[in-house]
């Protein structure tokens, strides 16, 4: 999980009761999961990841950058020298070509991926956001009036909130 409730409630400057809570938590799932799809990636990783490509090309572009160290290369089942290949932190590069195969490469490398600041701010934002427009069917109210009540609803496109599209829009990769 990348937010919790309480950072919601906190936001809110609310108390969850046990139901509130779980309406929450199946709101970050959502919303977190619409952030790893749109944006191509996760955005807490840690450890060894390995990964499996095609030959036939030198440049490797990984699932979880920033590269923190290239473990190992092997091409065809065999060790690659580590002095020839070259970190660019999103993608690796070989010196030599290896041969079209499928598979063929295999690339470990280390990631440490943390939650940027301001896109754990617009998720929690958006998790309220969604919390607090429960009621309303999911509308955000645009406009309230009392005396002689009158309430317009605003309906997005595509159900994103504009902050939450433009800092979404910085960390997206392009499908591969």
């Given at each position: 999980?990348?937010?919790?409730n ?7 400057n ?5 139901t509130?809570?779980?309406v ?15 944006c191509?990636?996760l955005?807490i990783?840690?450890?060894?990841q390995t990964?499996?490509f095609?030959?036939?090309v ?6 979880y ?10 091409v ?13 932190k ?7 070509k ?5 598979q063929?490469?295999?690339i470990?490398?280390t990631?440490?991926?943390t ?6 701010h ?29 309430i ?15 800092v979404?829009?910085r960390?997206?990769?392009d499908?591969i």
């Amino acid at each position: 999980m990348y937010i919790i409730n309480a950072q919601v409630a906190s936001f809110l400057n609310v108390t969850f009761t046990p139901t509130e809570q779980a309406v929450v938590d199946d709101i970050i799932a959502a919303v977190e999961e619409y952030a790893n799809s749109y944006c191509n990636r996760l955005f807490i990783v840690s450890g060894n990841q390995t990964e499996k490509f095609d030959g036939g090309v030198d440049a490797f572009f990984v699932k979880y950058p920033p590269i923190n160290i290239i473990v190992l290369v092997t091409v065809d089942g065999s060790l690659y020298n580590l002095a020839d290949v070259v970190n660019y932190k999103s993608y690796v590069k070989l010196q030599t070509k290896p041969l079209t195969g499928s598979q063929n490469v295999v690339i470990v490398y280390t990631s440490s991926i943390t939650l940027p600041n301001d896109l754990k701010h617009a998720l929690i934002r958006w998790t309220s956001q969604i919390f607090k427009s429960r009621e309303d069917g999911g509308k955000d109210v645009s406009r309230v009036t009392v005396g002689s009540v009158s309430i317009d609803w605003l309906v997005r496109q595509g159900g994103i909130p504009d902050f939450v599209q433009t800092v979404l829009n910085r960390y997206r990769l392009d499908p591969i």
